[in-house]
């Protein structure tokens, strides 16, 4: 299962995530023109390969292993989907 970034990242967007991300697949990252647009980070599910590598790189402690996220931020498994399949 893919890795899901939480609310916690609305108050951050640190960006260390991307960077530890070997895939690219954490946008939008701080270079990118919609990083200022939306309110948080997003992993994509498609391109994600469940390394976990961008979990311990997170300093707001924002990003589970899909089966991992916590009932109170389920919805953010469809949030992150979403922004890539809209």
């Not at 960077?19 to 200022?36: K, L, M, N, R, T």
Request: with cysteine.
């Amino acid at each position: 299962m893919p890795y899901v970034i939480t609310s916690p990242c609305q108050s951050s967007r640190d960006g260390a995530c991307v960077d530890a991300c070997p895939v690219d697949a954490i946008h939008p990252s701080e270079d990118e023109p919609q990083f200022g647009v939306h309110p948080q980070l997003y992993i994509d599910p498609l391109s994600c390969i469940e390394c976990g590598a961008c979990a311990p790189a997170c300093p707001v402690e924002a990003i589970y292993a899909h089966e991992e996220v916590p009932d109170e931020q389920r919805e953010y498994i469809e949030i992150n989907a979403a922004h890539y399949h809209n």
